[in-house]
């Protein structure tokens, strides 16, 4: 690590104040606030939601129940679960002033520009946008977690010279993407995986997206603002765009005939980064990539090949050994959405899907005890410059 990228602690440089200011390059372990929505153990490998563990999740609950758990603080009841059941089905039609802006989104677009511009542009059609009371940000959550399927799907769709498929009202939240993408049912399996992938997704304490999030919600900024900045920090290919580069970089090794171990070794020579490894709070393995793994295993003894699955194992054995790094979330879920037969630029807006649901959680614990977060800089710049005229200057 370079000396930059240490964390250090250094003087004020506002002489006039006698407390010393911590700095810390990237914020590595800094606690911003207080939250009761996930805990992460990145020394153990460690995840839960609200108590519950990421595994126990995992096996046993749906998306939609792990948006109430979320939202509520606990795992909804059969008459709460129907009742945001219904919520979702009744806000899943798509405005009209959407599908205008949709349709003339170029088809060679970035799907998660696509749908940056897409999440921000609802509140244009939303009379609550700027309504920041509770009961219009539930409602706003309700409509996002709703509509942001719907807008990939018809991104997807659109770009490949398809008509968009409406939405079905009979059907998980899950079930209901993968048709809406295909224009068929999804199977069983597919959409258990499927809706397991969101269960994971779903939440993630402070990590960059949801910082970012929050500090946009801070501002008193409103829920659409906030949620699109989210999208636009899990853009990154160090954050949510790393499940697409880990698929490119599958396909490349298996097309160039190479070994994993020769790929990653030339790699590492060049400094590159291997995408999908290392985390910022594990230094373990991730717990979902855990899961992910004995999911990608499953698939692919259903499917008939454990290509991808095998490959990945290799590789993960590589780098614990050259550089004890461990695959993060996105490693084994790459593989997974490929063998599901999403296309690979799509990966990271599904991240965004599952997404909605924390972030719109954490906008709601934002705002019910909100303070400006607004760190500061150390000034390292010249001071006592005087402007020459603009003849004067080089
Ligand atoms: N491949 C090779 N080397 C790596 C990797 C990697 N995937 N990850 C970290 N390193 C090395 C760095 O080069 C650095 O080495 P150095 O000290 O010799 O310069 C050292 O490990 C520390 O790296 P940092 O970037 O300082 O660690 P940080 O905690 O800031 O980074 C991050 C975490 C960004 C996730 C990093 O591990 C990475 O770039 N991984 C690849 C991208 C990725 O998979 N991102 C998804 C993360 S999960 C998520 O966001 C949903």
Redesign the pocket.
């Known amino acids: 690590?370079?000396a930059s990228?240490q964390n250090n602690v250094s003087k004020d440089p506002e002489k006039s104040k006698n407390t010393p200011a911590v700095k810390v390059q990237?914020l590595?372990d800094v606690v911003a606030l207080d939250s009761h929505i996930a805990f992460v153990n990145g020394k153990i490998g460690q995840l839960s939601y609200r108590g519950y563990d990421i595994r126990d999740l995992a096996q046993n609950t749906s998306y939609e129940e792990v948006f109430c758990l979320l939202h509520d603080g606990d795992l909804p009841n059969q008459a709460r679960l129907d009742q945001v059941k219904e919520q979702l089905r009744a806000a899943l039609v798509l405005p009209e002033g959407i599908w205008s802006i949709l349709r003339r989104i170029p088809k060679d677009a970035n799907p998660m520009a696509s749908l940056r511009t897409a999440v921000s542009a609802l509140s244009l059609f939303d009379d609550e946008a700027d309504d920041g009371s509770p009961e219009a940000n539930y409602r706003k959550s309700i409509r996002i977690v709703a509509r942001v399927p719907s807008i990939i799907a018809a991104i997807d769709r659109l770009r490949k010279g398809k008509e968009p498929v409406a939405p079905r009202t009979d059907c998980s939240h899950a079930h209901n993407f993968l048709y809406m993408l295909n224009g068929e049912r999804p199977g069983e399996m597919a959409e258990r995986t499927f809706d397991t992938c969101l269960v994971l997704h779903a939440e993630?304490g402070l990590?960059?997206s949801t910082f970012a999030s929050r500090v946009i919600g801070a501002t008193l900024s409103d829920m659409y603002s906030a949620v699109t900045g989210g999208i636009a920090a899990l853009k990154g290919?160090?954050?949510?765009g790393?499940n697409q580069e880990v698929m490119r970089m599958l396909l490349e090794i298996d097309r160039s005939g190479r070994r994993p171990a020769d790929y990653i070794a030339a790699k590492?020579a060049k400094?590159e980064?291997?995408?999908?490894?290392?985390?910022?709070v594990y230094k373990t393995m991730d717990p979902r990539a855990g899961i992910l793994k004995d999911m990608g295993k499953g698939l692919g003894e259903e499917i008939g090949s454990l290509k991808w699955y095998e490959m990945s194992l290799e590789m993960m054995e590589i780098m614990k050994a050259e550089?004890s790094?461990y695959p993060?979330?996105?490693f084994f879920s790459a593989s997974i959405y490929y063998a599901l037969g999403i296309a690979i630029d799509l990966y990271t807006p599904i991240f965004a899907l599952s997404r909605t649901a924390g972030w719109s959680a954490h906008l709601k614990e934002q705002w019910e005890d909100n303070r400006l977060i607004r760190p500061k800089a150390a000034y390292v710049g010249p001071q006592g410059k005087r402007t020459l005229p603009i003849g004067q200057r080089t």
């Open positions: 690590m370079p990228a990237g590595a993630h990590n960059a290919p160090l954050h949510g790393a590492l400094k980064r291997i995408m999908g490894f290392g985390h910022r550089k790094l993060n979330v996105d």
